[in-house]
T-cell receptor, first 109, second 113 residues
Framework: GIQVEQSPPDLILQEGANSTLRCNFS?????LQWFHQNPWGQLINLFY???GTKQNGRLSATTVATERYSLLYISSSQTTDSGVYFC???????????FGPGTRLSVLP | DGGITQSPKYLFRKEGQNVTLSCEQN?????MYWYRQDPGQGLRLIYY???????QKGDIAEGYSVSREKKESFPLTVTSAQKNPTAFYLC????????????FGSGTRLTVV
């Protein structure tokens, strides 16, 4: 099945810094989604982005499907951005999303 | 407001007992999914259902069972055959084919005592 890698595995930032999280996948995808898991375990949908670029406030995401990667940009990070960021993809042949291992982000005050 | 509700939030089970986790959605989604998350790990698929009265095994279905008698409901039973059931369980739903992505519930934390 499709393989999903995320980098870096861990990231520590000072409040106000910018960061880029990367998701690589091994096959063509129909769907791609970025989630933020908060400290209470809730998975919050950030972007549904099988291709192209989207922006929502301080966050933006770009998926280049032909090159099999997606990037999540966080600008002017805040302590509330801390948590784990997951990329999930659905291949052209699949019926469900496969999750990457996540990037654990800690934003320090 | 539409959403997906999991209950209970916390569940304690004695070894050898079966327990059932509830998942209900009012988003009119066709598909529903159950994932398991262990501490510090990603999500692994247990079961999914694309339509009422039909469901498929995911990557780690052993020791679990599900039913899909109604579109809105997809309960998960953790049986005594599941050797290491302590984990965080997340339910999700989507339109068929995952278009517009998944919506997740807030999870159930199961502990075996």
């Amino acid at each position: 099945g499709i393989q999903v890698e995320q980098s870096p595995p861990d990231l520590i930032l000072q409040e106000g810094a910018n960061s880029t999280l990367r998701c690589n996948f091994s096959d063509s995808v129909n769907n791609l989604q970025w989630f933020h898991q908060n400290p209470w375990g809730q998975l919050i949908n950030l972007f549904y982005i099988p291709s192209g670029t989207k922006q929502n406030g301080r966050l933006s995401a770009t998926t280049v499907a032909t090159e099999r990667y997606s990037l999540l940009y966080i600008s002017s990070s805040q302590t509330t951005d801390s948590g784990v960021y997951f990329c999930a993809v659905e291949s052209n042949y699949g019926q469900n999303f496969v999750f990457g291992p996540g990037t654990r982000l800690s934003v320090l005050p | 407001d539409g959403g997906i509700t999991q209950s209970p939030k916390y569940l304690f089970r004695k070894e050898g007992q079966n327990v059932t986790l509830s998942c209900e959605q009012n988003l009119n989604h066709d598909a529903m999914y159950w994932y398991r998350q262990d501490p510090g790990q990603g999500l692994r698929l247990i079961y999914y259902s694309q339509i009422v009265n039909d469901f498929q095994k995911g990557d780690i279905a052993e020791g679990y069972s599900v039913s899909r008698e109604k579109k809105e409901s997809f309960p998960l039973t953790v049986t005594s055959a599941q050797k290491n059931p302590t984990a965080f369980y997340l339910c999700a739903s989507s339109f068929t084919g995952g278009s517009n992505g998944y919506t997740f519930g807030s999870g159930t934390r199961l502990t075996v005592v």
